[in-house]
């Protein structure tokens, strides 16, 4: 009985420590020049001349010689 | 398209180091990384001059082309940022640097060196815009609220300006005809003085 239970043990416990060795298998290979990180929201909206003319408008409120 | 570049005036500039602190307290930089440094030279002689330097987001940036795991990107307007996720802080980008401009943060012993850390124009980085998840990695992202640097935008002297390169050189070019000259404190004729090149 007590031999069950401890061989039941050591398997739980050799499951656990092989879970805890997991890796995922994604590999991220690297390309000279090439981003492959996350893509920023912000790079869509600068697209925009909205954006563009709000921040020249600031600009001008803001660092313009006084 | 605008090209968002960063100028300091060395005429104007008084060493209040007033946009260092406004760049680490927007962006909550951590102890023991500046973003933006002034720097003075011929300190305490006549004529000394002094220049806020940050990161110059560069046309042709030399620290994403010495990137081996090119986690560095440019914005349609040419503002440099990185992704930290990427980031293995290998150091490359400092060594290209020629302002100085990447940081690292050395929180373990042996001089470790942790996720590169620089100035983003307060444009945050590849998170959602605004989250605290930027904040906590980044910083602000000024310009998605349509605002522009704190350090430039708080300059009490106008010396350092940021933003659309093309207006910014016009407010520059009024500047220098009003004077009536460029600074000499650096450039071609102070590396090599007549008579000794």
């Known amino acids: ?66 | 398209m605008a090209r968002m570049k960063f100028l300091c005036d060395a005429e104007r500039c008084i060493e209040c180091n007033g946009c260092v602190v406004a760049c680490k307290n927007e962006n909550e930089v951590p102890w023991g990384i500046n973003r933006r440094r002034v720097i003075t030279l011929e300190d305490g002689l006549p004529g000394e001059k002094s220049i806020s330097v940050a990161c110059m987001h560069c046309t042709d940036a030399p620290c994403a082309a010495v990137c081996p795991v090119d986690c560095f990107y440019t914005t349609a307007d040419g503002i440099v940022l990185h992704d930290k996720d990427l980031c293995i802080g290998c150091g490359y980008c400092f060594y290209a640097c020629p302002f100085g401009a990447p940081q690292y943060p050395q929180r373990e012993a042996f001089g470790v060196r942790g996720k590169m850390d620089k100035c983003t124009f307060c444009a945050g980085g590849p998170l959602p815009d605004n989250s605290d998840a930027e904040y906590e990695k980044y910083g602000a992202n000024r310009i998605a609220q349509g605002k522009l640097p704190l350090c430039a935008e708080m300059c009490s002297t106008k010396a350092l300006l940021a933003g659309d390169g093309d207006v910014v050189a016009d407010i520059y070019r009024q500047r220098i005809l009003k004077r009536g000259g460029r600074p000499k404190t650096w450039g071609w004729e102070t590396a090599y003085p007549e008579g000794e090149a």
């Not at chain 1, 739980?12 to 420590?17: G, K, P, S």
């Not at chain 1, 879970?19 to 996350?38: A, F, I, Q, R």
């Open chain 1, 1 to 66: 009985m007590i031999g069950h239970s401890r061989r039941f043990v050591f398997t739980v416990a050799l499951l656990a420590a092989l879970g805890g060795c997991y890796e995922p298998p994604e590999v991220t290979l690297y390309e000279p020049g090439v981003y492959k990180g996350t893509t920023d929201p912000l790079l869509e909206k600068l697209r925009s001349g909205e954006r563009q003319s709000q921040l020249l408008e600031r600009f001008k409120t803001v660092q313009t010689d006084r």
